[in-house]
């Protein structure tokens, strides 16, 4: 039986065990570092594109409009934010909070929101954004305060800025005119 100790072994096994000494190291070292290297490589995703920030922040406010939460639909509104509804009257934020209040108290359940980006054109830290959208909702009528069951399609304009520190805020929204308003039949 040959005796393999180090003082005894083949000058080609040492030379082996020298080569592969720094390779396993330099394993130990790598294994060691992978999962930072992972959350480095994690941490320096791009931000993300102007048109997949807005559309996330579109479904944000349409994720609002069917909890009818009307803070929620100015999350991302910046601090001049105004709002035209379809007869054309601008309102400012707080106005706007105020109106849309009073109409989510009037709701008793949106029963569905389509909402579909027609076109979304970014020039520079600006973008033009035109959205459509279908409602079914039932809400209280305030004269006679009869539950009714009505559908709702309105098109909008909205532009978009980049802000230094929020990303992509709206500035404007605006109705191109009164919202279609259909009643439909009662449910049984």
Do not use: N
């Not at 997949?52 to 803070?71: G, K, N, P, V």
């Not at 076109?119 to 959205?131: I, K, R």
Request: hydrophobic share 45%; glycine share 4%.
């Amino acid at each position: 039986m040959s005796d393999l100790s180090p003082a005894h072994a083949p000058k080609s096994a040492l030379r082996a065990r020298r080569v592969a000494s720094p390779l396993r190291l330099f394993g130990y070292f790598s294994l060691g570092f992978a999962p930072v290297l992972a959350l480095l490589a994690a941490c320096a995703q791009p931000a993300p594109t102007a048109d997949t920030q807005i559309r996330e922040r579109i479904a944000f406010i349409r994720a609002s409009i069917l909890a009818r939460d009307a803070a929620g639909i100015v999350h991302w509104a910046v601090d001049d934010w105004t709002f035209v509804d379809g007869a054309g009257k601008s309102y400012d934020k707080a106005a706007y909070l105020v109106r849309t209040r009073a109409l989510m108290d009037r709701i008793v359940a949106v029963d569905s929101l389509d909402s579909h980006v027609d076109s979304l054109t970014v020039t520079g830290d600006t973008a033009a954004v035109e959205l459509s959208q279908t409602m079914e909702r039932r809400e209280r009528d305030p004269a006679s305060a009869r539950i009714l069951h009505v559908r709702l399609r309105y098109h909008e304009k909205q532009t978009w800025i980049l802000t230094p520190t929020a990303g992509w805020c709206v500035r404007r929204v605006a109705f191109t005119g009164p919202p279609e308003r259909t009643e439909l039949a009662p449910s049984p």
